[in-house]
């Protein structure tokens, strides 16, 4: 199994990977040719690209690699609760930038990488809406 990146906490263990063996039993992964996702321990689906469909939301990031600022626009097609985060390449939390229910509608957060003394790295943006989570490579290019 090659391990991309892994988050945990009390709620999520999410072990992202390139391969459908998973010893633990923590993780159904699908890496299909339009969609790829993973399903936790909570039973939350994670999606790792792009490619939503049969979502309540739609998502952007750009411009991605980026200098200074990087915009999330995401799209609710119902009241949704919203948690978006970012993490380093270690999988620590630098940001919680929206942590709310929020109604139907188009949405743009501003992440301006000085504030955060994000160096020049990979990054992760995490977009929680409902029980699908969106993960988001980015890269700070300074």
């Known amino acids: 199994m ?15 990977s390139q391969s ?16 790829s996702s993973i399903m936790d321990n ?3 689906t994670h999606v790792l690209n792009n490619n939503l ?8 990031v ?7 600022n990087i915009t999330i626009s995401y799209d609710l097609k119902k009241e949704s609760d919203v948690n978006i985060e970012v993490y380093d390449l270690l999988g620590k939390k630098i940001a919680n930038l929206v942590s709310t229910t929020q109604k ?4 743009n957060i501003n992440l301006n990488a000085a504030k955060l003394e994000m160096n020049q790295s990979i990054y992760f943006v ?3 809406i409902g029980k699908t989570t969106y993960l988001k ?3 700070n290019s300074k």
Do not use: Q
Request: aromatic residues 16%; negative net charge.
């Open 20 to 35: 459908n063996y998973d010893p633990y039993g923590t993780a159904g992964i699908n890496f299909g040719t339009t969609d």
């Open 53 to 60: 469909k049969k979502t309540d939301f739609s998502v952007e």
């Open 42 to 44: 909570t039973g939350t």
């Open 104 to 107: 139907e509608g188009k949405y």
């Open 2 to 16: 090659i391990c991309i990146l892994n988050f945990s906490n009390s709620d999520h263990n999410i072990t992202f």
């Open 62 to 68: 750009y411009p991605n690699p980026f200098k200074e």
């Open 126 to 128: 995490k977009l929680t």
């Open 137 to 139: 490579r980015i890269v």
